[in-house]
């Protein structure tokens, strides 16, 4: 490993490793857990979202919404209950750290959701985990019930008059469950279909139209590192805007793939590929990266990013030095998104990992809302038949032009998410597309009539 | 006659055009109030909003205002400065506030419906030729006007199921379904019977019905008139008639005192189907089931076509003066009818002072289901109650005849449509009598009857009724009637004339209507005709109040205890 790549800061997923640490309440508290919890309850619950809003910590889950003004939005006014969901249905291809934090800390996460949620003044709080993770969900269910056991959750907590229920609540394998209005919807019992914002807004119409806040797994568990820290100890990791630390998960054809806790803007992303992660693969060349999950817009290898930052401060990288935060993706055009790199070599065919993606985003879209019902099949069927021998010239145009016709266009942000990957990969590759086209021309006779 | 309520106004700015729109309404109905069409399909103004469509997206912008002080931000030349959103806003789901700048004709919203319209295009199937919506097909009407006017799309189609039974009264094919929700919205908001639902997702998302459950509630057809395409179908009307053939005329549904406003669709006199006409006041955009069936009667088996007397056909001017014959210098009864327009009731009532005949009165009554169709079965009983037939509120039967013609104290009766049987005469008394009925349906009255006046349906006279919400509403003739038979409010005049030897015919409607509304102490009083051709007037029911109504609370309507409580 380079000498110059810092060393992982490992926050969250301090006992993840650890051989001698399970899931247990008993790890946990030998630990120092539910200190925190009890630090919390000395606070008052206004103090607390003032440490979170200190530290500034932003949401995990992908769209990087400083957590502590998500909180303030909240219309405490309404005299309704007010309810704490955690987004635990990580399904984003190419992100799997919510689920390593369930599975080898889930009391980390109970700690975390009841800080939160004495801060907030939840007396009802969820975790809507995905479907798939059945064993996550048994590990949680047995969790809550050692936490209720020793106080630190459900009825008079720590023996205080604060109570609140944990539930965790499983999802039938949706997609579109972790758009928060989706979610909500699908939580109350019905197809998630996500809500219009306006008027729905989950901090003022939210879980029964009641004021509700989401938050990320990561998130969640980040509030109780802010309260053993302290905001203000807090906000000094990472950088300014860019506060604590980020799991990445990267996947794709490096050496070693997995997940990697990392201050935020403390590596770049040619040094999480190359030395942390152990390189390419002998012979290989990198081609593309996609660095916050498979809806975050495609990075070719060879391009230069240029601009100014928010600060001010100009920078020309190459995809090398884009520094893995929240603002180094979206200053080169992309996102972090949820934190899931994607790393393509050179023996990627693009148009067919484009294919994958909508094929992914066909599947999983609720067909609500036309534009993405419609489009993302058709952007389906289109690199289906271009990746079947079927391509023509203009398809690449066709997709650019479909996914246009998406994007801003929908209910939710699905719509964004289906439409950036096909734009980003057609424009930054449109030689690959053409040549598709020009190969499969080949055997054709020009003569023949186009299929309608 | 009550007035009704201002509204407030805002100014917004549509398309750089400052105009004036009431507070709080969306943008496609402000737009649509100056004259701009916002293309939509899933936005209803009777539903909830569900915003996915995607079809009415607009520009929209407010005054922007300083952050810290409040202040409004002004532009160079002292307006203020508008903060446009970025991306379109659904027009359904964006209210109007003062200053709101939309625009509905930029190349953004020419862009976006050319967008959705090929999105909505690319899995439904190109058979127009075949489809029964053809015509009044907002697919069709939105793709002619803002889709692009050929098709980029080479894949397959989607393929869903066709010609599936929802109930027994509707037919779906899913293919050309566009999934704008408005049917599962109607059945749970309007018809409280939560029976459809989406299965599958993503562009393979299918409309059904729940397993084990069928759309057959008695506002199942309203599904079928708000699917904006040909997915839902009539099954009673499906491949009857092209709808551009077909002429509409208003009318007014004679089911019950709910007084829903139709529209009576009609091809070379016959009539193919009733559908809703809006109206806020009584039934929004909806009706029931069972009230489009009711145009069937017009040519059923026991519709009297003909005049007669003793059993054989004659003229019906014949039939007037053997009526008249019958009738005059007897003990005269009257049995008036709550079906009868009001015109008919005024004129009965005169004919009844004239003839110091008796007046006997009936209603019909059901089951109220709280929304269109009411328990009062019968389109104008407060009709009869403003013509003065009665001061009472009519009884399910008609004992009190009975035992005057026990009594002999009366014997001949001009029954109006009414079932002597049914409505508790017996066959006895029934036998004393000379009759003369009138009616547009055989029986027992009209087969005792010495003469029988054949009456017009509701569909082949103009008229008016008198809701259960005291809102009076009048009705066009939809279809010519059957040849040689006058209405009932020319005969009614007729035997007017008769029997107080006038010339004076009150013929037209105009002229029962002079009559009516010159009256004194009336709430009809001064109520020019022309008035109530131009829309509902309500009327004070007040001095009814204390008898007590049969309807229940149910769709724009409050019982009077209700109201003065």
Redesign the interface.
Known sequence: MNSSTPKERRIILKHADDPKYSNQIGCYLREGGYENLKKAFSMKPDEVGEEVLKSGVRGRGGAGFPAGMKWKFLDRKSGKPIYLICNADESEPGTFKDRQIMYKDPHQLIEGMMIAAFAIGAKQAFIYIRAEFHEGARILDRAIIEAKKAGFCGDQILGTDYSCDLVVHRGAGAYICGEETGLIESLEGKRPNPRIKPPYFPAVLGLYQCPTIVNNVETLCNVRHIIEMGGEEFSKIGKPNNTGTRIWCVSGQVMNPGYYEFECGSLTLGQMIFDVCGGLQPGRSLKAVIPGGSSAKVLRADERFTGSLKDGTEFDWGLEDIPLDFDGPMSAGSMSGSGGIIVMDDTVDIVEAMANVNAFYAHESCGQCTPCREGSLWMRKISQRMCSGGAREEDADLLLSVAKQIEGRTICAFGEAAAWPTQSFVTKFKDDFIRKATDSQKDRDPKSLQLI | MISPEKEEFVVITLNGTEVEVPNGINAVEAAALHGKEVPHYCYHPKLS???????C?VEMGTPMRDRATGEPILEDNGGPKIGWV???V?GC?TNVSPGMHIRTESDLVNE?RE??M???L??HPLDCPICDQAGECRLQEFATDYGRGYS?????K?VKPKRTRLGPRVTLDDERC??CSRCIRFSQEVAKDDVL??V??????TLTCFPGKELANNYSLNTVDICPVGALTSTDFRFKMRVWFLKESKSICSESSSGCNTLVSSREGVIQRITPRRNDLVNDTWMTDSGRELYKSVQSEDRIRRPSADGSDLPLEDAISRAFETLKEKKLGLVANCRSTLEEQFLTQRLAELTDAKVFIRGHFGEDDGILLSADRTPNLRGALVAGLTNQYPAEHLNELNQSISDGEIDALLVIGEDLLESGITQENLDKISLVFMGTTQNSSSSSANVVLPGLSVFEKSGSFINRSFLLQCFDQAIPGPAGLLSECKILSKLVNLFSNETKVLSELHDVWQAMSSMEDSVLSGIEFSEIKKGAVQLDGSKWKHLSFVEKEALHHKPMDLITA
């Open positions: 909003i569900a915003g996915n469509c995607r079809m997206l970025p991306k379109p659904i789901a976006c967008g959705i090929e999105f909505l690319v899995n980029r799309y080479i894949e397959r989607n566009i999934l639902g989406f599958d997702r993503g562009s393979f998302s």
